[in-house]
């Protein structure tokens, strides 16, 4: 049985090459998924485990508020058992290379107490004041410092100018994901980082010869009050805890292009079938049963799962390597790429195996019920079937799946569970719209193209499922890709539009992610020659007395209203320093008026303080206008700064960048605002259409391969065409019709579906304006006729070059 499927794919090779290029897409972006996953998770591991060898337990508080010093220190040194305590203190700091810009990836940038226990110094020495820092050696190397190097570090937007003095080996968890560890000593990280004054951010203990980490953490439970502090053992803290959302988001996208390469396969074998209904009926006059016809099939389908599987491992070891590189996320002494990883092979096989081989067994059935007396047609034709029941079936699945994704604009979760539904019931009403769409274009293409336009639309709607299925291999990359644009091209618009209207100011100054504004920062702004007003925009939390939460902006209520264009209704901003503006919808909500005081808390990470604040001012706010707003409390640190300029925006822009000189801010001009907002998300989007062209390729693969075996299918078909005056250039241009109508029902389908699937998503944000992204839909409707053309070429040469005499005498229909 094995060798005759051997024997009938290598007779067939041409046939089979393209489905199991699509299966070998799938594979590799499978394999190389879980293989560059598993890279990334072990060298996080490794790392974690490594930096925490000898710690017992570990003791942190529970909230930033929760005061830790020297006092707990000396509890826990007093603790028998305790062979040694060491307190920690760390946060954010960046570390600025020669060039200006930050050494490591931002979001683990860490700042840290030096410590040589856990950093064994590799060169220089320990530092041992305000102005003195040792770091990594990756770090160190990346950036080609040394010992001895003047550098700059940034902590809580300050950039400080210190001296490097020492390079220490060290595990850690953030390094061995691109991070960069700058250590300070123990006062001056205290100082730095600590969120309540003279408070550490973590204290380990290291047990006594005999003592077991249990006991120990039992000793540390008794003496330290409950819920204020996390105790955590060794064992706890090296459970492996890197989590694998980077292999399941791949894995999404994998899916997805798996998905696409079952209709490629389906469609193969469906064709495959109707092809060889004489041989397998052949086979049955001869005396071979029904389920051995059946077996015969899924062999085939067996084998070419395993060459395909064998193939796409191999090219899912190069994708796992693109992906290391690409992603740039393993940096340091990573653990070398695992070629075989046994999750990995299990999943090759049961994917490149399973997914061809369960694909093929409906194809497989068709072919087993072919009767023996069909071995003495000269041709079988298939029996076309109604599609009566299938259309029912996919107009209840699609109004089905269409009315969840309604309701989930009320309720966003909702519509996870009907964009799949309205999709399937979407490929099941496919051969219906395939009539349809061809019905349409019947005339216009008559019009234009004589009678290869008839030819073409006569031949796509001959057998509507297979149309529907080439078709549908397309639709649902396309479908994903406008699905993805529209909730991100309108919140990118909604971005923009916010940043040209909120406010009044000529340049914003923000941070990348993960850094902080510095208090003085918008005073050091302030002295740079051509700003005219500076304010700060500092989010304050006020918890009311009876429970609920007001949320002002704090800003400098000397030039705020150089910013925003209030309209003020009750009060006046005069008194802003000492009170509370607030709109008028916030005062309607409360029953706030004029001289009603605000109770509460004001909650900081520094610890809580009370609020009496009189309400001194009620305006009128935009829609997307701030809702109260307060004087900038002492010392808090802003989310933006806003600067208003007396000359060229650009020009102040560049000068603010020069005077501060911090690589972590962010200024820009207003345009830049709005051109930054677009180029965010056109970043994320070219991401997702990386990820998404494989399942685009296989789709053009499908089109590529339903073209190419039925040319192949009509050889005599098309040779009486050329005998009764077709050239081959008509004949040609007939195919590639075919083509492009074909790769159109599946473009026109999934862009219309996956535009209201995003339309849903913008919508049940609510206060989003859906904006549909006509310029990248335009690029895909050409994409796909472009695929349809080229589809086309090889399928049409071969038609065209087959003798007239030969394609008369062939066999096929």
Request: glycine share 8%; net charge positive.
């Amino acid at each position: 049985m094995f060798r005759l499927a051997f024997r009938s794919i290598l007779a067939h090779k041409a046939r089979y090459l393209l489905p199991a290029l699509g299966v070998v897409l799938g594979v590799a972006f499978v394999v190389g998924s879980l293989l560059y996953g598993d890279a990334v998770k072990s060298s996080i591991e490794r790392a974690q485990l490594r930096a925490q060898a000898d710690v017992a337990v570990k003791v942190a508080p529970e909230r930033y508020s929760t005061p830790m010093g020297d006092d707990v220190v000396g509890q826990l040194q007093g603790l028998p058992g305790v062979a040694a305590v060491r307190p920690i203190a760390d946060g954010r700091a960046f570390l600025v290379g020669k060039d200006g810009a930050l050494v490591g990836l931002p979001d683990r940038a860490v700042g840290v107490s030096y410590d040589p226990a856990r950093f064994p110094l590799r060169a220089g020495k320990a530092p041992a004041g305000p102005d003195e820092v040792a770091v990594d050696e990756l770090a160190a190397k990346k950036a080609s410092l040394g010992a001895g190097d003047q550098v700059s570090v940034i902590v809580k937007g300050v950039v400080r100018q210190v001296r490097l003095v020492g390079v220490f080996a060290g595990d850690d968890a953030r390094l061995a994901s691109g991070g960069t560890l700058v250590a300070f000593e123990m006062k001056t990280a205290v100082a730095q980082f600590a969120h309540v004054p003279g408070s550490y951010s973590a204290i380990d203990l290291v047990a006594a010869p005999g003592v077991s980490q249990d006991t120990l953490a039992n000793s540390v439970t008794a003496i330290l009050p409950e819920k204020q502090f996390s105790i955590e053992t060794g064992n706890q803290l090296n459970t492996p805890r890197s989590d694998n959302k980077i292999t399941e988001i791949l894995l999404i996208f994998a899916a997805v292009a798996l998905f696409v390469a079952v209709f490629l396969v389906a469609n193969t074998f469906t064709m495959l079938a109707a092809a060889r209904a004489r041989e397998n009926a052949l086979l049955r006059a001869v005396g071979a049963s029904r389920k051995y016809v059946l077996r015969t099939v899924l062999a085939e389908a067996t084998v070419l799962g395993l060459i395909a599987t064998v193939l796409g491992y191999l090219l899912g070891i190069g994708a796992a390597l693109l992906l290391n590189r690409a992603f740039a996320v393993i940096n340091g002494p990573g653990v070398p790429l695992q070629v075989f990883s046994i999750g990995a092979l299990c999943a090759a096989i049961g994917v490149g195996v399973g997914v061809t081989t369960v694909t093929a067994y409906i194809p497989a059935r068709r072919a087993a019920a072919i009767p023996p007396i069909a071995a003495l047609r000269t041709g079988v034709s298939p029996t076309a079937k109604s599609l009566r029941r299938r259309n029912i079936i996919g107009l209840v699945g699609t109004l089905l799946g269409a009315a969840i994704t309604v309701a989930g604009i009320q309720a966003e979760d909702l519509i996870y569970l009907g964009a799949p539904v309205t999709m399937l019931g979407l490929i099941i009403l496919t051969p219906w719209f395939s009539l349809g769409l061809t019905k349409i274009l019947r005339g216009p293409l008559t019009r234009l193209a004589g009678m290869r336009g008839t030819l073409a639309v006569e031949n796509t709607r001959r057998n509507p499922r297979r149309t529907a299925a080439t078709a549908a291999s397309l639709m649902i990359g396309l479908s994903v890709c406008a699905a993805v644009t529209v909730p991100i091209a309108s919140v990118a618009a909604a971005s923009a539009k916010m940043s040209a209207t909120v406010d009044k100011a000529d340049i914003e100054v923000t941070t990348i992610d993960w850094a902080d504004l510095s208090a003085k920062t918008a005073t050091d702004i302030a002295k740079v020659p051509g700003v005219q007003s500076v304010t700060p925009l500092s989010p304050v939390a006020i918890q009311l007395d009876d429970g609920g939460f007001l949320n002002p902006t704090g800003v400098d209520p000397r030039s705020v209203t150089d910013f925003f264009p209030l309209k003020i209704k009750q009060g006046t901003l005069d008194q802003l320093a000492t009170g509370l503006a607030v709109s008028e919808q916030l005062a309607a909500a409360y029953g706030w008026t004029i001289g009603s005081v605000v109770s509460g808390t004001f909650k900081a990470n520094s610890g809580d303080s009370p609020a009496s604040l009189p309400i001194v001012a009620i305006y009128e706010a935009s829609e997307s206008g701030e809702r109260a707003l307060i004087a900038v409390p002492k010392d808090a640190a802003p989310q933006k700064i806003l600067v208003k300029t007396a000359q060229d925006a650009s020009t102040v822009s560049k000068a603010i960048q020069h005077a501060l000189a911090n690589p972590t801010l962010v200024v820009q001009t207003k345009a830049e605002v709005a051109e930054a907002a677009g180029a965010k998300a056109a970043v994320f989007l070219n991401i997702l259409y990386a990820l998404l062209s494989v399942s685009v390729l296989i789709g053009a693969l499908g089109v590529v391969n339903t073209m190419t075996m039925s040319t192949l299918e009509r050889v005599r078909e098309i040779g009486l065409l050329r005998a009764v005056g077709l050239g081959r250039k008509q004949v040609g241009s007939v195919l590639r019709l075919e083509s492009v109508i074909i790769a159109m029902l599946g473009a026109l389908i999934g862009l219309v579906a996956g535009c209201a699937l995003g339309a849903a998503v913008v919508l049940s944000v609510g206060k989003l304006t859906l904006v549909l992204p006509w310029d990248r839909l335009g690029v895909f409707v050409l994409l796909t006729v472009a695929i349809g053309i080229l589809a086309s070429l090889w399928p049409a040469r071969k038609a065209a070059q087959t003798p007239i005499l030969t394609a008369i005498h062939a066999d096929t229909e």
